[in-house]
């Protein structure tokens, strides 16, 4: 190419690319004057996910006592908490959110993490008043403890502590929009972060509203948990679809809390959900309906003759009876190995697998697959892999 052609190519493109760079000076000029005003102040977006408009608020002001109490008609879901409305200079505030882990279930606030937190603080300075508040609420997913955040932020807390993610999966919700449009591709969610994007949406915050109930599950004034009806366990399927989008409206939800509390300059706390892998087996297991009739028919022997010579797994057997023959297993690993050959993502074959690795002493492989065993099981009611990841994620975000 002669030398002139490339020097008026290369001209064309330094054009080309000075425009690019000053179409975007605007935007960039918005969100940098956004961001030192520290605008939008108020919430960016209302949830896209489900309908929320039925909650109600946890505490109501008690005139008698000057103090804000739950309310009674909580109690089946609470424990009981109260704090002063006028709150003194020598009290520091503290409210812990979450599920019935925060509040303390199977036994009582009395003696849950936030009492022990309360009592260490106070002994560590007792010239102030500490007050941690339990707002442990039994089946909470993270959906109703952002109402409780964006509550409490209006008692002048100095500290929010949330412990949430194992009852994300307990209410059905539809999410027919994210189905039809998925929110999961990386460009979008950067988009859905710029402070701009946030303002739009907070200026046209009842008409977004308006346009996207349809398509979003209404929830209940209070926890309508499957499993409080009868044949609510059959309603949890192996590779529901709907455990995708689960995973990433907590993800917006811990998102909210986060800018929330940085926008009232409240620190904030997030806890990584934990589970007890080892003792716990999955509440439900399915063989994977996409194999062979064949092979399903082999696994459910196999499965079947290893689970009766293995009973001291304490397994629940939510799958399907078999008569067969029982036959002796000379050697129960490598007939488990056979079974995940078969179907990997079988949760009580990966539970029995880490159990069996876990009485070899060998942890680091066990929990390898009792984690696994975990996040395959068909009704998790622990939080999942990728529920804990996002808290992770976010908190170092």
Known sequence: MPEYVNRKFSRIWRFRLVAIVLGFLPLAFIEATLAVLE???????????????????????????????????????????????????????????????????????????????????????????????????????????????????????????????????????????????????????????????????????????????????????????????????????RDDPWREPVVEHFQWNVEQMIRECQQQRVPLVLVRPVSNLLDCPPIKFEINSKLSAEKQAEFARRWDDLRVQRDSTNISANDPNHNSKHNPISDPMAEVDALLTIDPAHAGALYLKGRMLADAKDWESAKRYLTAARDADVCPLRAVSPIADAVTELAAR
Request: with cysteine.
């Open 39 to 237: 605008l939008p102040k108020r919430p960016a977006a209302i949830d896209p996910y489900v309908d929320l408009h039925h909650l109600r608020p946890l505490f109501e002001l008690d005139y008698d006592s000057d103090e804000f109490v739950i309310g009674r008609e909580r109690m089946h879901l609470f424990r009981p908490a109260t704090f002063s409305a006028r709150k003194s200079e020598d009290t520091y505030r503290v409210f812990a959110l979450g599920g019935s882990t925060t509040q303390g279930e199977p036994f009582s606030t009395e003696t849950a993490f936030p009492k022990w937190l309360e009592l260490n603080l106070q002994a560590q300075s007792p010239n102030t008043c500490f007050e941690v508040i339990n707002c442990g609420g039994l089946s909470y997913a993270s959906y109703r403890v952002l109402a409780i955040l964006r509550e409490v932020l209006n008692y002048d807390p100095d500290l929010i502590i949330v412990y949430t993610g194992h009852n994300e999966f307990l209410e059905r919700r539809t999410y027919e929009h994210w189905m039809q449009i998925s929110t999961r591709s990386s460009a979008l969610a950067w988009l859905k972060r710029m402070r701009t994007v946030q303002m739009v949406r907070t200026l046209f915050n009842d008409a977004a509203e308006r346009a996207d109930a349809p398509s979003r599950t209404e929830l209940a004034v209070e926890v309508d948990a499957l499993l409080d009806y009868s044949g609510g366990l059959n309603e949890y399927r």
